[in-house]
């Protein structure tokens, strides 16, 4: 079975830093592009970051550019989020997310994932 297990998610004060982790098993990890996703109380799904599956091709939402960083270990099938600079409107539920097919495209609709973790949570206040 496919699985995806968030961890490293807390409540850390304005200007601090998370490393998010998501687990990956069940399915070739290296051959898919992955995502993070975030929801905060209230709000909708947003795209956070995105990773092709080489680890080489990244993009971010235009609000944590320059503070967010999307990596992967292939080898420990594990995909990260560097969190940097975390301000309040960054709490929220963190999920990452399998893309269906090994395409390099951001998608932004959920019909382009079939995988999801089970989400951790981010909150930032002082």
């Known amino acids: 079975d496919v699985q995806l297990v968030e961890s490293g998610g807390g409540l850390v004060q304005p200007g601090g830093s998370l490393r998010l982790s998501c687990a990956a098993s069940g399915f070739t990890f290296s051959n898919y592009p992955m995502t993070w996703a975030r929801q905060a109380p209230g709000k909708g799904l947003e795209w956070v970051a995105f990773?092709?599956?080489?680890?080489?091709?990244?993009k971010y939402i235009d609000s944590v550019k320059g503070r967010f960083t999307i990596s992967r270990d292939n080898a420990k099938n594990t995909l990260y989020l560097q969190m940097n600079g975390l301000k309040p409107e960054d709490t929220a539920v963190y999920y990452c997310?399998?893309?269906?097919?090994?395409?390099?495209?951001?998608?932004?609709?959920?019909?382009?994932?079939?995988?999801w973790g089970q989400g951790t949570q981010v909150t930032v206040s002082s």
């Open positions: 997310a399998k893309s269906r097919t090994s395409v390099p495209i951001w998608y932004t609709q959920k019909e382009g994932y079939d995988y």
């Open positions: 990773i092709d599956k080489h680890g080489v091709f990244t």
